[in-house]
């Protein structure tokens, strides 16, 4: 005669079997979320501390390419317009240091390009905005000295004419609305995107190494 207890065993080990699968499984789950987790929070981490070098690298970009020092060498490449007088080559030739140390900067503006990519995928689109105020500086700083080169001093010296002159100064050389007592508008963008970088990635790299601000 058969064991009547056979097919209840079986089943209570298939049962048992299936849970040890399931808690197995779950466990597996479980571990994977906290694993993706810390590879997010790893990842928040690593761009944060990018932006903030970042940040604090463009100071020291800006204050080189702001100038108001520039020496000859600097643009002893500039070609000369036919008959140009000395004088109006080396006037020229202050803002096409400009333009050259822009130029020789190229690689920090390309790889601010590409963290603010980065940011944006990390901490949403709003973000984006920030990194365009330090391109926006750059161009600034940049059509200006482009203008100046052209043509140190207006043809039409208008006080409108006068005025426009006046400003593609102030943005090319970062001492220059101080001088005129009107705020600066390169470089309050500048402290915006500094401020901005600061207030979203400091307490994110704070908060990882037990920090207090």
């Known amino acids: 005669m058969n064991d009547p207890w056979a097919f209840g065993w079986t089943q209570v080990l298939t049962i048992a ?6 808690i197995i499984a779950v466990g597996g789950f479980r571990t994977f979320g906290r ?10 981490i690593e761009v944060a501390i990018d932006a903030l070098a970042l940040m604090y ?5 800006f204050d080189n390419i702001r100038s108001g020092f520039s ?21 020229r030739g202050s803002f096409y240091a400009i333009l050259k140390r822009i130029e020789a900067h ?3 503006f390309e790889r601010a390009w590409k963290l603010q990519v980065r940011c944006a995928a990390i901490f949403g689109p709003k973000v984006e905005e920030t990194f365009l105020l330090l391109q926006k500086s750059r161009r600034e700083v940049e ?6 080169m052209r043509d140190p001093e207006p043809e039409h010296r208008s006080a409108d004419n006068l005025r426009t002159w006046e400003s593609f100064r102030e943005d090319v050389w970062a001492l220059e609305a101080q001088v005129n007592g009107r705020p600066d508008r390169v470089g309050s963008k500048l ?5 901005q970088i600061e ?11 037990g920090r207090n601000r």
């Open 17 to 22: 079997g299936l849970l040890v699968t399931v």
């Open 35 to 44: 694993w993706k987790k810390e590879k997010i929070e790893e990842k928040r």
């Open 57 to 61: 690298e463009s100071r020291f970009i």
């Open 71 to 91: 020496f000859q060498g600097e643009w002893d490449d500039m070609p000369r317009r036919p008959g140009e007088s000395n004088d109006m080559w080396n006037r």
């Open 106 to 108: 190229r690689e920090f």
């Open 143 to 148: 059509v200006s000295a482009g203008m100046l």
């Open 191 to 195: 402290t915006d995107f500094r401020s």
């Open 199 to 209: 207030q979203l990635c400091r307490p994110i790299v704070d908060h990882e190494f």
